[in-house]
């Protein structure tokens, strides 16, 4: 229980270091801009807390928000994900979602890819309707949607990949 709590915290506070210090300041094209901190919600435990998740977010959200002056997108994109998870998650996976199997850090199956890709969409759209809040930008909102997300699941997927426990 304490080294899942451990790393939680410890995930929690790297990715949002690693989104203020790095992909803050990255913004390419003016249409792609990445968001790896939302892997905190995705690899939350199936099994963890879920109003724990939706404070974490909350928070999660908000301190990006003070760092990026961004007036509260990233904590309401960040608790809409939270909120529709277990639906990603019973969309996803099915009825082994149910007897919490689902292990995300692990290969990438097309469950678990279906996963990540509608929770990144979820979090980006949320994100970008609420930046611009104008249909007459419904064009590039979604080349901005589409590009970010891109991007950010190409991101996700290699942090997935790189701090993947070793089997032995």
């Known amino acids: 229980m304490n080294s899942t709590l451990f790393i939680n915290v410890f995930r929690f506070l790297l ?6 210090v790095i992909f803050n300041n990255m913004n390419f094209m003016g249409y792609i801009s ?21 404070i974490a977010s909350f928070f999660l959200g908000l301190i990006l928000d003070v760092f990026s002056n961004s007036g ?26 149910e007897y919490q ?17 509608l929770a990144v969409l979820i979090h980006h759209i949320t994100l970008f309707v609420l930046e611009t809040f104008q249909m007459s930008f419904f064009f590039d909102n979604l080349l901005r949607i589409i590009l970010s997300s891109i991007f950010t699941i190409l991101i996700c997927i ?3 990949y790189l701090t993947k426990p070793n089997r032995r």
Not at 15 to 20: K, P, R, S
Not at 74 to 79: L, N
Not at 103 to 114: A, C, M, V
Request: glycine residues 6%; aromatic residues 20%; proline residues 7%.
């Open 34 to 54: 990445p968001f790896p901190y939302i892997l905190f919600i995705i690899l939350y435990p199936v099994n963890g807390n879920k109003y724990g998740l939706l």
């Open 72 to 97: 509260g997108i990233h904590t309401t994109a960040s608790i809409v994900l939270a909120y529709y998870r277990p639906y990603i998650f019973k969309f996803a996976f099915g009825i082994s979602y």
């Open 15 to 20: 990715l949002l270091t690693v989104q203020i």
């Open 158 to 160: 290699i942090i997935i």
């Open 101 to 117: 199997t689902v292990k995300l850090n692990d290969i990438l199956t097309p469950e678990r890819f279906s996963f990540l890709v």
